[in-house]
């Protein structure tokens, strides 16, 4: 592993979704992504809240997120403290600290799932809206788990949080005769697909509804590992 270089070269896997284009040649697999589908990421955003900007409502981190999903979507009127500038900028500023990664728990079944996936398909890589200065921590996480060694796409730095799911179905469509499929909890995933033509299927885990032309709800990982088999065994070959 290099010791040094730009924040996201730290291991000897590529980096850009172009590196791995030509890193992975002719090999096919699905991807992953990491936040709230491997890592229970908005569980330690919440704590932090919680403990730094108040709790009106004296929810539990889980509570908030059934019911607001992240942090960023805390409604004004009830937490107008949330939606303070210097808490706007503390946010901006933590997303791209590698403190923020350390002691993020596993959204439950994410790693016996990752295993039985394995099993019956290719990994071939992670696709995350997480920065790519980031990497050298979620390599560090993704491993001290045991989660495959695969590369990690991140999002480049220069393009904004807010346009990471959009990123991601441009990614998946440059990728498309490589990525058959992508293991995502956010919606709008599918939903950009549908505007890039990316048609691989999107397993949309911790979702009771669908969406998009390709997505499928999978609630759990169990349902994850069931779909993406009856997947496979209809592709009637090992991806
Ligand atoms: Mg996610």
């Known amino acids: 592993m290099a010791s040094s270089g730009p924040p996201g070269r730290c291991t000897a896997h590529p980096v850009t979704v172009g590196e791995f284009k030509e ?4 090999k096919r697999g ?3 992504d990491i936040d709230e589908t491997l890592s229970w990421t908005a569980g330690k955003w919440l704590k932090e809240a919680f403990e730094k900007f108040g709790n009106p409502e004296g929810l539990t981190e889980r509570q908030f997120f059934e019911k607001y999903h992240l942090v960023q979507n805390a409604p004004k009127d009830l937490y107008p403290r949330w939606h303070a500038k210097d808490v706007v900028d503390w946010m901006n500023f933590m997303r791209m600290s590698p403190e ?4 993020i728990e596993l959204v439950e079944g994410a790693k016996e799932g990752v295993a039985a996936l394995h099993e019956h398909t290719s990994i071939v890589g992670y696709m995350t809206a997480r920065p790519q200065c980031m990497n050298r921590g979620t390599y560090k996480w993704l491993r001290s788990h045991g989660f495959p060694d695969v590369p990690v796409m991140a999002k480049p730095d220069e393009v904004p949080f807010q346009e990471g799911n959009r990123w991601k179905a ?3 469509k440059f990728l498309e005769a490589n990525v058959t499929a992508i293991v995502d909890d956010n919606p709008k995933v599918a939903l950009f697909c549908d505007e890039t033509g990316y048609a691989g299927p999107v397993f949309q885990i911790g979702q009771t509804c669908a969406s998009g032309a390709h997505g499928i709800a999978c609630a759990t990982w169990s349902d994850v590992v069931r779909e993406v ?3 496979a065994k209809g592709a009637q070959k090992k991806i």
């Open 170 to 172: 441009q990614a998946l």
């Open 30 to 32: 699905i991807v992953l």
């Open 229 to 231: 088999k009856q997947w």
């Open 100 to 103: 923020m990664q350390l002691g």
């Open 23 to 26: 890193y992975i040649g002719s």
